[in-house]
């Protein structure tokens, strides 16, 4: 009955919905209007006999902590197709980065009920895979009336996140009962799925695969390039994932870092494309000069404006210190594993919820400092621009930490076979 509610709602809500996403989304970033039947379900898979093993990564953060979940399936499951899904333009194109066309993509339907039995009409999945806390209801609750798994992975669900689902306690049970097995980070977040619902033995404590995150070849060779084309021996530091808002609160850390550091560079990659423009307009009204990083004609300038998409990791690569955005404001960060992973501690904003099981340990062993202003921000910058061992021991202990909590793919992937074995037989 509670879905049957939850439905009723969403129906009526769909002319909102969709006026929300084609007008006003498709209006700041006009991708959003691209493949827009795919949100109803109606998509060309083009998938081979053969079930796929669909996985549905929200956006971009989802996809680059997936990624090598993927490309590990894709080694021990050759002959099984992946479907991977998104709910953004910048998702997608991350999926097509990442992996070309060595997978199947589409954007996850709205969660009608008719979009979602088309869909799986259409794809015929052998098994879903959610990351993180996207549970749909309707798309979960079919899967489990047509017999194919639902595993709900690197899973994690915070006590603000437990009080909003308590709320609407009798959806949230239909969804736990939807559940064939939950990879939790730790035992707290199984305890509050748990609360919801969840029979305990369907839950595997299996920590991040956030932390199984390592610079391919590739990807150091970049680093290098990068380091050669803009460090010139200069202070870099990267804010990654910035938002509005924090992006002038960044500018103004970057001009009292100026004052001390003349030819200190920084590099701001806002969250959203849409954002590039808006960021370009920034700084055309402050005394700062700056490039794009799509011109790649750099001069010098104050300030590299990342206006490129899946380049991040890198250019956290080619930094000595990188602040993770989200946390000057109240967005509850992102992810700090993609710097350090390339051994570049961080600096973050006090709102870090997102990751309240990555910066604990994180910043207990030294490879992240937390500040709580602009203005402890560019005292911090300074201190480490004056003092570059502190930026060295950052980077080794932020990459000792990564070290320390590596495994939860082996242990997923492991998940996964258990449960695909019956339907292979």
């Keep these: 009955m509670a879905r049957f509610f939850y439905s009723l709602v969403l129906y009526l809500l769909s002319p909102l919905i969709v006026f929300y996403v084609y007008i006003l989304r498709g209006r700041k970033n006009s991708a959003y209007r691209d493949h827009f039947m795919e949100r109803f379900g109606f998509i060309n898979a083009n998938l081979s006999t053969n079930p796929p093993v669909m996985i549905h990564c929200a956006s971009v953060g989802e996809v680059l902590a997936a990624s090598p979940l993927i490309k590990k399936l894709q080694q021990q499951l050759p002959n099984t197709p992946l479907l991977i899904t998104c709910n953004t333009p910048t998702g997608r194109e991350q999926i097509k980065n990442n992996f070309n066309s060595s997978v199947h993509l589409s954007y996850l339907p709205m969660d009608f009920p008719c979009a979602t039995a088309r869909f799986l009409k259409r794809t015929k999945p052998a098994m879903l895979c959610i990351l993180e806390t996207e549970l749909w209801p309707n798309l979960m609750a079919q899967c489990k009336q047509q017999g194919i798994p639902v595993l709900v992975l690197n899973a994690r669900l915070s006590e603000k996140s437990l009080q909003g689902y308590q ?17 939790s980070h730790n035992q707290d977040d199984a305890n509050r799925f748990i609360k919801l619902g969840l029979n305990a033995e369907y839950i595997h404590i299996t920590g991040s695969i956030k932390f199984d995150i390592s610079p391919t070849i590739e990807q150091l060779d970049k680093v290098k390039h990068l380091k050669k084309q803009y460090n ?12 509005p808002i924090e992006h002038a609160l960044i500018l103004n850390a970057h001009k009292q870092l100026l004052k001390h550091s003349p030819d200190a560079l920084l590099v701001i990659a806002p969250r959203h494309p849409e954002q590039f423009d808006k960021v370009a307009s920034l700084l055309e009204d402050s005394a700062l000069s700056f490039s794009r990083r799509s011109n790649n004609d750099y001069q010098g300038e104050h300030v590299l404006l990342a206006d490129t998409l899946g380049e991040l990791q890198c250019l956290y690569g080619m930094a000595d210190i990188s602040y993770i955005g989200g946390s000057l404001i109240e967005r509850g960060g992102h992810n700090p594993l993609e710097s350090a992973a390339f051994s570049v501690g961080a600096l973050t904003g006090p709102h870090t919820y997102n990751f309240n099981h990555v910066y604990p340990e994180l910043i207990a062993l030294g490879g992240a400092k937390k500040i709580t202003s602009t203005e402890e921000l560019s005292q911090q910058l300074i201190t480490l621009c004056q003092q570059p061992l502190l930026c060295i021991q950052l980077g080794e202990r932020a990459a000792q930490c990564v070290a320390n909590n590596q495994g939860a793919i082996a242990k997923t992937t492991a998940i996964i076979n258990e449960h695909l074995e019956p339907r292979n037989d």
């Design 232 to 243: 010139n021996q200069r202070f870099i530091w990267v804010a990654g994932s910035t938002h």
């Design 167 to 183: 709320k609407v306690a009798p959806l949230s049970k239909a969804i736990m009962d939807s559940i064939t097995a939950l990879a």
